[in-house]
């Protein structure tokens, strides 16, 4: 679509969940709003979220941000398709740089939504079933594998670990460790797995059994030729990749692990200007609370849009990793 040739009040970047609640609010603002999304990330993989509320059955990542994209343009709110590669201060607020090369886009705030994708091998049959019968975060989804048959597809410690988490849920368990020649488990954590009863194979996986139409897992087929079959999974590989580049660009404060710092009360960075809603930040990773960061940002985006308006000072907030990780 053509895009508005002025200042907008408010880019989001990331049109995932955070992203999209936050424009729905900012529209209903009647901020000049754009959203500039990749049109990739850790939603569009989900086949069902389960514990979202209105939902009982269950609704697509990739139905949901339809849902909210037309949603928000209703509003008038602005979607670009690209990637945000530079992001700068300007007099104005921020100007904004695309993989394209496009350039030239600039906004008053900032609202960064770009979330985290996890990492998991190219393995045939398992984008079939994530967010269906095969998850990665066990708080929003250990209830689905209760008294289930299930396999744990993970990496080291790290797979072993989600195992041990699940047995919560489930004592029928299996932890296959795809990765490990290169993480082998320690003796520590693989006799924690024995003491819990969960059965532990490392060995490399070569294909996903699934029902491709229904996303139900079957099983999965091993590098030695045995099949293990199973009625749900997690996957563990860790190294997951947090979208937090751009906060480096503008001084914004992350954690160690990469996650942004942002005020528990508004979301603002230590950057002034600057947002930060969903999987990004530090919370637990759920949509539902990726929807309520989205909305409470935008809130305070509109409070300090406000001010300016006003002729106010706008100092920022003060904020240190403690007070971001409540």
Not at 39 to 55: A, E, F, K, P, Q
Not at 99 to 121: C, H, N, V, W
Not at 283 to 303: D, F, L, P, R, Y
Request: with cysteine; glycine share 14%; net charge neutral.
């Amino acid at each position: 679509m053509r895009l508005s040739a002025s200042l907008y009040d408010c880019i989001i970047i990331g049109g995932g969940i955070a992203g999209l609640q936050g424009a729905i609010q900012l529209g209903r603002y009647k901020h000049r709003t754009l959203v500039i999304d990749k049109g990739r990330g850790r939603s569009t993989l989900c086949r069902s979220y389960h514990n979202v509320l209105g939902w009982p059955d269950g609704i697509s990542g990739p139905e949901l941000r339809r849902l909210g994209t037309k949603q928000a343009e209703r509003l008038g709110v602005e979607f670009m398709v690209g990637e945000v590669t530079a992001a700068a201060r300007t007099s104005d607020g921020f100007s904004l740089q695309l993989a394209s090369g496009e350039s030239g886009l600039q906004a008053k705030t900032l609202l960064l939504a770009t979330g985290i994708m996890d990492r998991f091998p190219p393995l045939p049959g398992l984008e079939d079933c994530l967010g269906e019968s095969v998850y990665v975060c066990p708080d929003c989804d250990g209830y689905e594998i209760s008294g289930r048959s299930t396999l744990v597809l993970g990496a080291g410690d790290v797979g072993a670990s989600m195992a041990l988490t699940l047995r919560y849920w489930t004592p029928k368990l299996t932890y296959i460790n795809h990765e490990a020649e290169a993480s082998p488990a320690s003796e520590s954590v693989v006799e924690k797995l024995q003491g819990a009863g969960i059965f532990y194979i490392p060995q490399s996986i070569v294909e996903v059994l699934s029902d491709r139409k229904s996303g139900e897992l079957h099983g999965v087929r091993l590098s030695d030729g045995r099949t293990i079959a199973g009625e749900r999974g997690f996957i563990a590989f860790g190294g997951n990749k947090v979208g937090s580049k751009l906060a480096v660009q503008l001084g914004i404060e992350r954690l160690e692990n990469k996650h942004i710092v942002a005020d528990a009360r508004s979301k603002m960075t230590n950057v002034p200007g600057v947002w930060a809603a969903g999987d990004v930040g530090v919370h637990a990773e759920q949509v539902t609370i990726a929807m309520g960061e989205g909305s409470q940002a935008a809130i305070w985006i509109h409070k300090e849009l406000m001010k300016r308006q006003a002729g106010e000072p706008s100092p920022g907030h003060k904020i240190s990793a403690e007070q971001g990780a409540t």
